[in-house]
């Protein structure tokens, strides 16, 4: 059977990576933190194969996408057992937005082992961070490229899953290695907002 995505977080970058999934065929289960009746609208312009829920029935599905504001990761560890969940975290760590964009202080770990904290046992891969939503929105395909996402994670098997998925969506996956290199990809450092096209 296909895997099955449940969002978490129905903003700019969860409904972008919505619409990516639901075109490729993938059945999508999104939600935010004020529940699915309020996401009525939001579902109806992604389309039949993306259905509002709750944020702990997003939880249940094969891959779960964290796109949700730093501040509230918290929230996620009493949703589900996340051992061996496969989580792509796609979140930065800002703490507060423009003007100042202030991030958090991560005492040098990479945001997405701080993330891993609040989803114990799973098996997080970084991916969908870099990118402006209105950037990650466009085609893929570009000439004869495509669009490149990094992924950066521990687990060999979880970023096969991610790494199948991105490409059966239509971009061309990038991998840096370990969830302890994912802080290139994270704001301010070498490959934030880098709109690379593989050729
Ligand atoms: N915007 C970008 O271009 C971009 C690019 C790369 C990465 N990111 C990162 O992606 C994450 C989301 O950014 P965004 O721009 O999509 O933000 P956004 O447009 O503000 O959307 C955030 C979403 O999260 C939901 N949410 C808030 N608290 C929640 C909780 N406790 N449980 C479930 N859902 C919750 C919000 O809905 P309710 O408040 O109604 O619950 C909203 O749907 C952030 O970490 C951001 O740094 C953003």
């Given at each position: 059977m296909k895997t099955t995505f449940g969002i978490i977080g129905a903003g700019n970058?969860?409904?972008t990576v919505a619409r990516h999934l639901a075109k490729a065929g993938y059945a999508v289960a999104i939600s935010n933190s004020k529940g699915p009746e309020s996401l009525a609208g939001v579902v109806a312009d992604l389309g039949e194969s993306v259905k509002a829920v709750t944020a702990q029935e997003a939880a249940q599905a094969d891959i779960v996408i964290l796109a949700l504001p730093w501040a509230q990761l918290s929230t996620l560890t009493g949703l589900t057992d996340w051992s061996g969940k496969v989580v792509i975290d796609a979140t930065n760590h800002f703490v507060t937005y423009a003007p100042d964009f202030k991030l958090a202080d991560l005492n040098g770990r990479a945001s997405s082992e701080v993330v891993q904290d609040f989803v114990p046992?799973?098996?997080?891969?970084k991916a969908f961070n870099t990118l402006y939503f209105k950037v990650l929105e466009l085609d893929p395909q570009e000439g004869n490229g495509k669009r490149v996402i990094f992924i950066s994670g521990d687990n060999a098997g979880a970023?096969?899953?991610v790494k199948n998925a991105i490409?059966?969506?239509g971009f061309a996956v990038v991998d840096l290695g370990t969830l302890a290199a994912s802080k290139i990809q994270q704001p301010n450092e070498a490959l934030a907002s880098l709109n690379l096209i593989k050729l």
């Open positions: 970058i969860g409904k046992g799973a098996y997080v891969v970023k096969v899953e490409e059966t969506i």
